[in-house]
T-cell receptor
């Protein structure tokens, strides 16, 4: 996704926190999402944030949104080996664009025991 | 019950053949999509249909023809397959945005030889 960018890799130790970052360019995005993709599987919606929010917490997941800098992050607390996967951020372009999602290139999270 | 189901899961075929991928959703969603994920894991929208009507066609070659017989089905037919068509194709559906937003199928891995 040329309009949504993420770093390619992140490696952490089990029990540490992981922070995955994403930048986007379309300020009219209404919703921003985080999806998880395990090997050979489809995309699983982890969490989302509405554009008028700064932060959302859902159990081990914390999403931070900085609209001014168009920066989105996903923090995973107490990272486990089962969290190893590719994480995609995505922005929704709204109803006039058919509600389609524009994805970042994905961040591959590796959790070492 | 699978919410968004795609068939087949794997498809291996020769260049020049014509093939179809089927998608069905039982969520009552109004909008369905096809996304393509390449070997580098980039995800890109191909088509979006709302209530059987095409609303997005993202510069996809004419060899790709989606068909939506009703709002619960969106099939993808591909003519004259080329090596570059090898990818994982994901079907998705949505009703609005947010947590009730996007549900993805498990993907169809197409390999053209």
């Amino acid at each position: 996704g040329e309009d949504v960018e993420q770093s390619l890799f992140l490696s952490v130790r089990e029990g540490d926190s992981s922070v995955i970052n994403c930048t986007y360019t379309d300020s009219s995005s209404t919703y921003l999402y985080w999806y998880k993709q395990e090997p050979g599987a489809g995309l699983q919606l982890l969490t989302y944030i509405f554009s008028n929010m700064d932060m959302k917490q859902d159990q081990r997941l914390t999403v931070l949104l900085n609209k001014k800098d168009k920066h989105l992050s996903l923090r995973i607390a107490d990272t486990q080996t089962g969290d190893s996967a590719i994480y995609f951020c995505a922005e929704s372009m709204g109803y006039n664009a058919g509600n389609m999602l524009t994805f970042g290139g994905g961040t591959r999270l590796m959790v070492k025991p | 019950d699978t919410a968004v189901s795609q068939t087949p899961k794997y498809l291996v075929t020769q260049m020049g053949n014509d093939k179809s991928i089927k998608c069905e959703q039982n969520l009552g969603h109004d909008t369905m999509y096809w996304y393509k994920q390449d070997s580098k894991k980039f995800l890109k929208i191909m088509f979006s249909y709302n209530n059987k009507e095409l609303i997005i066609n993202e510069t996809v070659p004419n060899r790709f023809s989606p068909k939506s017989p009703d709002k619960a089905h969106l099939n993808l037919h591909i003519n004259s397959l080329e090596l570059g068509d090898s990818a994982v194709y994901f079907c998705a559906s949505s009703q609005g945005q947010g947590s009730n937003g996007y549900t993805f199928g498990s993907g169809t891995r197409l390999t053209v030889v």
